[in-house]
């Protein structure tokens, strides 16, 4: 019955990074076609495209009641973007920065995770934290359009589909996403109740790292085709969608909740390594591989710790 489990949900995060390939193809292909800067693309389109998958998961959790997944997998997709993901893209290839670039998009990334905690000190995230939580996503998406650069080259993005097929991959990508999420979802929960862990444990590491899979793939992918800002631009737009929009989004639907050590261990670690963050953009004008290094040994450490 386990490996029957286990299928499902290998088969959900199939499902996941097939429909995230899909509807992040469609969605950079409009932006290029309008005409906006390679970051904006990052931090908006992209972003929100490889996070559906933690929108969809966190939804079909909380209407199946296991809020603890949903509330564990906006945490371990944050750490898991900022430490895994961005961790082994720059060991794999070091990247230069502009940290100026950068400055809006981290400030409002450490104000959506301070606000993630200071919500959470009540022990549930409510319908008034996710109004909150919606109003910081419009103000983020307002900032980043204000701040957009328009002299953006049409061949700095490979791969932009025809204008017909485009609906076609977002109604495709959008399907793939709500199967591969259901499969995700159910699995983890079966798995969870079988082995008696709990659905925050399961929820901040396997479906985590499931979820994140769009963002490694897709920073990997632009990395490798020098193209940083958008690397990058995805995986801060990423952590801001993930508590803006997927929390604010759940939590407007079932109000939300997690163990206590999650104000005790889990969310200060995704504040520290949002503030690591920070530092390695703004003193160094490169991500470096002993950042990488640094990033990736913090998220084994983390993850050993939530499963011991």
Do not use: C
Request: glycine residues 10%; hydrophobic residues 55%.
């Amino acid at each position: 019955m386990v490996i029957v489990f286990l299928l499902l949900g290998l088969l959900g995060i199939i499902f996941l990074l097939v429909g995230g390939d899909l509807l992040v193809k469609s969605s950079v292909s409009l932006a290029a076609k309008l005409n906006v800067s390679p970051f904006l693309i990052g931090i908006t389109v992209v972003s929100f495209g490889t996070s559906a998958p933690e929108l969809l998961v966190s939804l079909n959790a909380a209407f199946q009641g296991s809020t603890g997944i949903a509330i564990g997998n906006v945490i371990g997709s944050n750490i898991a973007n900022i430490a895994l993901v961005l961790g082994l893209t720059i060991i794999i290839r070091p990247v230069k920065i502009e940290s100026n670039r950068y400055l809006y998009p981290w400030l409002i990334m450490l104000v959506s995770s301070i606000m993630f905690f200071v919500f959470s000190l009540d022990g549930e995230i409510n319908v008034i934290d996710g109004l909150f939580f919606i109003s910081g996503l419009l103000l983020f998406i307002s900032l980043s359009i204000r701040y957009r650069h328009s002299n953006i080259k049409e061949e700095e993005i490979n791969d932009v589909l025809n204008t017909k097929l485009i609906p076609l991959y977002f109604t495709l990508g959008a399907a793939g996403l709500y199967f591969g999420s259901e499969f995700l979802v159910g699995s983890s929960v079966a798995i969870a109740k079988y082995f008696g862990i709990s659905e925050f444990v399961i929820g901040i590491t396997i479906v985590a790292l499931g979820t994140s899979l769009p963002e490694l793939v897709t920073s990997l992918i632009a990395i490798l085709k020098g193209q940083s800002s958008i690397s990058i631009g995805n995986l801060i737009g990423s952590n801001i969608f993930n508590v803006f929009a997927v929390l604010g989004i759940t939590s407007l639907v079932k109000p939300i909740g997690g163990p206590t050590n999650l104000l005790t261990i889990d969310l200060p670690i995704m504040i520290g390594v949002t503030i690591l963050l920070g530092f390695f953009l703004f003193l160094s004008r490169k991500l470096r591989r002993i950042e990488g290094v640094l990033l990736l040994s913090i998220y084994i450490i983390y993850l050993l710790f939530s499963v011991s």
